[in-house]
Structure formats: structure tokens, C-alpha cells
């Protein structure tokens, strides 16, 4: 019955640690989200909009596919806007979503809406408003989760210190020369591995955020120019037992790199396709991004937190540097215990 008692007590306080690094796992990833949700909320707010005037250019097809994307079952629109700043900045973005009849959609084209920007930090958005809701009940969230996981740790410290201060002592003397006299334990190989493992993560980190830091940068200081391409070619596909062509642009850049990619899929007569070779077709040029045919093909990079990765960057650090010392450690007191060994002329096999 004791055995059973101490089985289960055992039990409980692993289960109580696992919970406990799962809610502080949770707390960091929510405050961390919620700091960088507080800081896009901050630029917002203190960012210099001006109200302009833009246009929807363009609408596009949803389609919204079953079970295992298998097989489609509805269709809806979506519609972009565009704007053109003095400086040549473009910026644009969804205007309408879940739009139902391609007809809506398209009644939209050339219609004037109105957005926010701010030239210099490229900023836009299409309403001043600045809703906190979201940040709020993430920060109640991990703060409850944080506060929960830190009790049970400090629940346990206490538990061990008590511990530590009452054990009876039952180690005598000859015990403690007999423990002298014996070789240092040999955790070489737990230690080398956890060397390589947290020494490849703390690398992976530091180049997640490098890498992150590096596309936003991109992002922010492209310069799109309008250029003009040409149809150079057309392809013919079959699908459903009926054929339809694509059609492919090409532009050479001013230091002679080609670009080369999809224009249009949806011609359905080779005589169309075969009309268009040689057409000029408007498109944006950036040194680093290459050639995209609109803005809206252009993926918006948010401004990157790296206070996780720093977080993780340091904790890892941390243990390679403990595994680092310990490794060290070993193999001076091996070699202090091979030469007290050889002092006293006792062979080591």
C-alpha cells in the first residue's frame, strides 16, 4: 500500500511538471504574439495616414473545395483595389470578400473607395479604427497561464528546499573517501549530443530571425516600377475532356535578366492564343522581387518579433554552455583521478 501511495504521489508531480511546462510553453507564445500585435497596433496609431482615393482594378475567383479538397462545392468573388501613390509607391489589397455572383464583382471594377496611407512607412489600411478586443483576452490568457505554470514551480522549489533542509544525512565519513577515490562518471556522450542539439538551435534561431529580418527589409524598401512585357508563347492543356491554352510573357530587365512566367489560363481558342504572341502587356519590375503582373501578387510581409526566437536563442545557449562545462569538467577530474591513480601506482585498465 506505501509503495503504491509513493507510485502514485510520483505520478502526480510528473504529471503536475508536464502541465506546468505546457502552460508556460502557452503563456510565451501568446505574450509574445500579444507584443507583437501591441507593437503593429502602436505603428498603426502613430503612423501619418492621409485619405486617398483607390480604385478596384481587378476581381478574382474563390472557389471553396470539399472534403480533402476533392471536389468543389461553391464559388464566390473577391475584389482588389490599387492606388498609386505621387512617389511611385503602389499599394493595394482586398476591398469585398465573399462576393456571390461574378456580376456583383464585376460591377465593382473602376469604382472609387477610399484608404489610408502612409508614404513613408508604406503603411495602408482601410480604416482608422484600432480594435484592442484581441489583445486583451490574449494577454488575460497568458497571463493566467503563465501565472498557473509559475505557482506550480514555485510549489515544487518550496517542496525541495524543505526537503533539502530536513534529509537525515547518512553518508559517513569512510563513505565520503570511498566517493573520492572512485572515477568520475562518464556522461560524455549525453552531453555531446545535447552540445549538437541545442548548438543546431540556437544557430536555427538566430538564422530564423536573420532571415525573417532580411525579407521584411526587402519588402519595405522594394521599388516597383511599371514595365512592359511581351507575350512570347502559349501552351495547350487538356482538362475534363476539353482543351484550353496559356499564354506566357517575357521581359529583359536593363542589366539583361529574362523573366519568364504565366500571363493568362483562361483562353479557350488557339486562334485567341495564337492573336496575342508578340501583344505588349503592362507589368512591375523590382531589382530584388523580379517581375509580378500587380500589386496584389506581391505577398505582404509583416514586421517580424524576434522575441521568441531570442528567448529560445538564449535559452539554448544556456544549456550548451552547462553541457560545455560539464564536459570540461569530466575530463579534468579524469585526468586529476588518472594521475592520483598512477601516483599511487595503481594501474588503470
Known amino acids: 500500500m506505501k509503495e503504491e501511495k509513493v507510485t502514485a504521489k510520483k505520478e502526480t508531480r510528473l504529471i503536475l511538471i508536464v502541465i506546468a511546462f505546457f502552460l508556460l510553453s502557452v503563456s510565451i507564445l501568446i505574450l509574445v504574439m500579444v507584443s507583437g500585435a501591441i507593437k503593429d497596433i502602436e505603428i498603426q496609431e502613430n503612423a501619418n495616414f492621409v485619405e486617398v482615393e483607390a480604385t478596384i482594378v481587378e476581381y478574382k475567383e474563390n472557389i471553396?473545395?470539399?472534403?480533402?479538397?476533392?471536389?468543389?462545392?461553391?464559388?464566390?468573388?473577391?475584389?482588389?483595389?490599387?492606388?498609386?501613390?505621387?512617389?511611385?509607391?503602389?499599394?493595394?489589397?482586398?476591398?469585398?470578400?465573399?462576393?456571390?455572383?461574378?456580376?456583383?464583382?464585376?460591377?465593382?471594377?473602376?469604382?472609387?473607395?477610399?484608404?489610408?496611407?502612409?508614404?513613408?512607412?508604406?503603411?495602408?489600411?482601410?480604416?482608422?479604427?484600432?480594435?484592442?478586443?484581441?489583445?486583451?483576452?490574449?494577454?488575460?490568457?497568458?497571463?493566467?497561464?503563465?501565472?498557473?505554470?509559475?505557482?506550480?514551480?514555485i510549489y515544487f522549489i518550496v517542496k525541495l528546499v524543505h526537503w533539502r533542509k530536513n534529509k537525515e544525512y547518512l553518508i559517513e565519513t569512510d563513505d565520503k573517501k570511498n566517493k573520492e577515490t572512485k572515477p568520475p562518471k562518464n556522461f560524455c556522450t549525453l552531453h555531446s549530443v545535447i552540445m549538437l542539439f541545442t548548438l543546431f538551435m540556437a544557430i536555427s534561431c538566430v538564422g530564423s530571425s536573420v532571415s525573417k529580418e532580411k525579407n521584411y527589409q526587402k519588402y519595405i524598401n522594394a521599388n516597383f516600377v511599371e514595365v512592359v512585357?511581351?507575350?512570347?508563347?502559349?501552351k495547350e492543356f487538356r482538362k475534363d475532356n476539353s482543351l484550353y491554352y496559356a499564354t506566357y510573357y517575357k521581359y529583359v530587365s536593363a542589366d539583361g535578366q529574362e523573366f519568364v512566367d504565366l500571363w493568362k489560363n483562361d483562353i479557350y481558342s488557339k486562334k485567341d492564343a495564337e492573336a496575342v504572341i508578340g501583344s505588349e502587356v503592362p507589368l512591375l519590375y523590382d531589382k530584388e522581387y523580379g517581375v509580378i503582373k500587380s500589386m496584389s501578387d506581391l505577398e505582404p510581409v509583416p514586421k517580424p518579433d524576434h522575441t521568441l526566437n531570442i528567448i529560445l536563442a538564449v535559452v539554448f545557449s544556456v544549456l550548451f554552455v552547462n553541457s560545455l562545462a560539464r564536459f570540461i569538467r569530466f575530463i579534468i577530474r579524469n585526468e586529476r583521478y588518472k594521475a592520483e591513480q598512477k601516483r599511487q601506482g595503481i594501474t588503470i585498465e
Open 229 to 234: 512585357g511581351e507575350i512570347c508563347e502559349y
Open 64 to 153: 471553396v473545395y470539399g472534403y480533402n479538397n476533392t471536389f468543389p462545392i461553391g464559388t464566390s468573388y473577391y475584389t482588389m483595389y490599387e492606388y498609386k501613390s505621387p512617389n511611385g509607391g503602389i499599394y493595394s489589397g482586398c476591398w469585398q470578400a465573399r462576393i456571390k455572383t461574378e456580376e456583383e464583382a464585376k460591377a465593382q471594377i473602376g469604382k472609387k473607395v477610399t484608404i489610408y496611407v502612409d508614404d513613408e512607412l508604406k503603411l495602408q489600411t482601410k480604416t482608422l479604427k484600432t480594435d484592442r478586443t484581441g489583445v486583451k483576452i490574449g494577454a488575460i490568457c497568458g497571463s493566467l497561464c503563465l501565472l498557473i505554470s509559475l505557482s506550480i514551480y
